[in-house]
């Protein structure tokens, strides 16, 4: 599969060298926006929300609070709001809604009444190859075309390891279930963490298992896309922790024993193959240096993030559909307005990005 369907060498050995002379805009990704005047950096069109962000009223079961339940109300409600794109973290509902449960065929017509678009869904991607899994994954495929979706992915990275071996193998697979994906006009995406931006293991002594203890400096994730077929496998950046990546992961221990400091830019990243990144997760942050992630979550807009500079510098304008997150929306039963309520707040600032600095004036064209 390597030679068959990755890359050459020498391919991945320049499309390593691009997001390195990417790299080169900043360690923070904080540069002058390339777009001038008042446009809208996030097309009416493309302004979208994981469902993971309100899964506690997708979920909740018909009660007396007045803030709507199921997928029915909820998605009438984020319509009214104005989102136009949906991605899904799953395909149920609280059974005493319909005294079953709903079905793909039933959501698609929920998403047409509202106007709504399924763009993508945290579905599963096997981790082994062989009928079993593939069988599996062409009903993964089959719910994706009932809801009209054009992409597929899953909420985790490719493999938890640390190891070039793993990720070599993560590379085979993938590029497996891509291909099948983009057989049906559906693209394949695997969505990160922070932790998929930590440094490779790829060299050095081997530990007592027979695996490598240091780094050449690539980033895990970074290999995975220069390894993985570019028609077939495609990503969703997590903008926040993607900055918790670059609070976190700053040094590595090199070939030779000695301690290398690299800030991973996440900017950098997505402008050296802007196209391969289709979808993001738009989650804001307050900066916290004092915590181990670096930021805590808020609504969109509250945070420090600079969303206005990162759209505005990553190239193909009106190409990306970014998806609101919050993992810490729901309010629970004290609250349980609150997912929606920050839903509206962020989808307000989704809609005023513009191309200038987020939160300053725009100057004039």
Known sequence: ?????????????????????????????LGTPAVAGNGLLVPTG????????????????PDATGVPYGFERVLARLAEIGYKEVEFAGYTQHTSIL??????????????DNGLRANGS??????????????????????AEILGMTHIGTGSDPTGSNYKADWDAAVDRWNTFGEMAAAR??????????????????SGPLDAQGRPTRSSGVRKLEYFIAR??????????????????????????DPDGVTQTSIFDPLAVVAAQTIRF????????TYDPASAA????????????????????????GYHNPMWEQDNAPGGATDPGRSLRYAEISYQHMSGLRGCRWRRPCRPA
Do not use: C
């Open 122 to 143: 945290h579905a599963s991607v096997p981790g082994t190859v062989n009928p079993t899994t593939i069988a599996q994954f062409e009903q993964t495929l089959d719910t």
């Open 294 to 317: 670096g930021y805590a979550m808020v609504p969109l807009g509250e945070g420090d993030i600079d969303y206005g500079n990162f759209f505005a510098n990553m190239g193909a304008k």
């Open 99 to 112: 005294g079953r449960q709903i079905t793909p065929e039933e959501i698609r017509k929920i998403l047409d």
């Open 46 to 61: 493309k302004r979208g929300i994981i469902l993971y962000s309100v899964r506690d009223r997708i979920s909740a079961a």
């Open 228 to 253: 993985t077929n570019p028609e077939w496998v495609w990503f969703e950046m997590d903008i926040y922790w993607a900055h918790v990546a670059q609070h976190r992961f700053r040094s590595y221990t």
């Open 278 to 285: 289709p979808l993001f997760h738009a989650k804001d942050g």
């Open 185 to 202: 006009g559906l693209k394949l995406y695997t969505h990160n963490h922070d932790a998929a931006y930590d440094f490779l293991r790829d």
């Open 1 to 29: 599969m390597n030679s068959q369907h990755g890359m050459s060498r020498r391919r991945m050995l320049g499309a390593l060298a691009g997001v390195a002379g990417a790299a080169a805009v900043g360690a923070t990704g």
